[in-house]
């Protein structure tokens, strides 16, 4: 059965830092497309970073580019989001996401709140 665990969110000043994980299991993991998603209160959930299977290739939401790094590690199944200058419009329930044909899957989602 697939699962992913998304952990790591909280409250962090503008201008902070917090690194989300999430654990994957039930699923080859190596070998799929892994992303982050993010949906503030109000709005459509929204693509916010995604990685390639080998980690090789990475792209990003406009909002986000320069400041989040996604990463994965195989070895421990387990994709990363590094969010650096934050801001309080990138407060958001965060998911992680991947699909196995023919089903998307989704994590619980962790609350990032960025403010003062």
């Known amino acids: 059965q697939v699962q992913l665990v998304e952990s790591g969110g909280g409250l962090v000043q503008p201008g902070g830092s917090l690194r989300l994980s999430c654990a994957a299991s039930?699923?080859?993991?190596?070998?799929?497309?892994m992303r982050w998603y993010r949906q503030a209160p109000g709005k459509e959930r929204e693509l916010v970073a995604g990685?390639?299977?080998?980690?090789?290739?990475?792209n990003y939401a406009d909002s986000v580019k320069g400041r989040f790094t996604i990463s994965r590690d195989n070895a421990k199944n387990t994709v990363y989001l590094q969010m650096n200058t934050l801001k309080p419009e990138d407060t958001a329930v965060y998911y992680c996401?991947?699909?196995?044909?023919?089903?998307?899957?989704w994590g619980q989602g962790t609350q990032v709140t960025v403010s003062s």
């Open positions: 990685i390639t299977s080998t980690g090789g290739v990475t």
């Open positions: 039930g699923f080859k993991f190596s070998s799929y497309f």
């Open positions: 996401n991947t699909m196995v044909p023919p089903i998307g899957y």
